[in-house]
């Protein structure tokens, strides 16, 4: 008899464990939407690599990447981009389009570190015309440092600013924005 209260307790208590492993999987996958909405509350520090600001528009995919801590406090925050198949994004140093640019708003106290680092650009040439342009057509990694503030990198937003081609015609020049959170992306 005791065995069969023993099983019942056993698979009780294992329920019970289960109930509260998912309720904390579910206040944790809920932890970086109230951040991005402007929860006052800080995420705690094990959740540093919890998943990164997205964004996304018919052009491209954009993720902002977990912070690289540097020298004299300075941070690098890191933009992946990734074109859709068959797009072009105009190159920083394109001329004729709206170039690619990364815009960061930073929160009072912070400051922004010199210019955004971009990688080198591909030469295209849009079979059409014979135009030559400088773009990106693969995923790429935008850089840019900045002095977090007290408040560390709570409220620091980022602009990505581009104009994308793709064989048929170039688009409407576009943005689109990420934002970081205190302990990450």
């Not at 941070?75 to 815009?103: E, F, K, N």
């Not at 929160?107 to 030469?123: H, R």
């Not at 990198?153 to 688009?171: E, F, N, P």
Request: net charge positive.
């Amino acid at each position: 008899m005791r065995l069969s209260v023993a099983r019942p307790a056993g698979a009780l208590a294992g329920h019970v464990a289960l109930a509260a492993v998912l309720a904390a999987v579910a206040i944790v996958a809920g932890a970086p939407a109230r951040a991005a909405a402007g929860d006052a509350q800080a995420r705690p520090a094990w959740l540093a690599d919890a998943p990164a600001a997205e964004a996304s528009t018919p052009h491209l995919e954009v993720k902002a990447l977990p912070p690289v801590r540097g020298r004299n406090g300075q941070v690098t925050l890191r933009l992946h981009v990734a074109p859709r198949p068959g797009m072009r994004i105009y190159a920083s140093d394109a001329r004729g389009y709206v170039p690619l640019s990364l815009s960061l708003d930073v929160p009072d106290g912070a400051a922004v570190v010199g210019q955004p680092a971009y990688p080198a650009p591909e030469e295209y040439v849009f079979p059409p015309t014979g135009e030559r342009s400088r773009v990106y057509d693969a995923p790429f990694t935008v850089a840019q440092r900045i002095r977090p503030g007290r408040a560390g990198l709570a409220g620091v937003t980022g602009t990505l600013r581009y104009q994308a081609c793709d064989d048929r015609l170039c688009y409407k020049p576009s943005s689109v924005t990420v934002r970081w959170t205190p302990d990450g992306p």
